[in-house]
Nanobody
Framework: QVHVMESGGGTVQPGGSLTLSCTVSGTPFDSLTMGWFRQAPGKEREVVSCTSRSGTGTRTADSVAGRFTISRDNAKNTLYLQMNSLKPEDTAMYYC???????????????????WGQGTQVTVSS
């Protein structure tokens, strides 16, 4: 059984930084395409960033490009999202998602992912 778990959320002032982590168990981590998604109250879940199984193929939403960086450490079975220059509009529940995929690309649609964590809340407020 695949288990996905996020950590690292919290409350931060505008302009601050946070790093989210996501660990996966139950399947080889390096066979997984991974993605970060977020959902604000009353809005649809949207992609933040995704990465291929090797980490060489990544995609990032325009709204966070230049501020957020996705990375992964396959030896530690962990995915990261470094978030800098946070804005109030970044406030949302952030979800980690995974799908088995041996390709060198990642998916920016939530419908492509099979495994999801419970989410971690990020609040940006002064």
């Amino acid at each position: 059984q695949v288990h996905v778990m996020e950590s690292g959320g919290g409350t931060v002032q505008p302009g601050g930084s946070l790093t989210l982590s996501c660990t996966v168990s139950g399947t080889p981590f390096d066979s997984l395409t991974m993605g970060w998604f977020r959902q604000a109250p009353g809005k649809e879940r949207e992609v933040v960033s995704c990465t291929s199984r090797s980490g060489t193929g990544t995609r990032t939403a325009d709204s966070v490009a230049g501020r957020f960086t996705i990375s992964r450490d396959n030896a530690k079975n962990t995915l990261y999202l470094q978030m800098n220059s946070l804005k109030p509009e970044d406030t949302a529940m952030y979800y980690c998602a995974a799908v088995k995929n041996l390709g060198s690309f990642c998916y920016d649609s939530r419908h492509e992912y099979d495994y999801w964590g419970q989410g971690t809340q990020v609040t940006v407020s002064s």
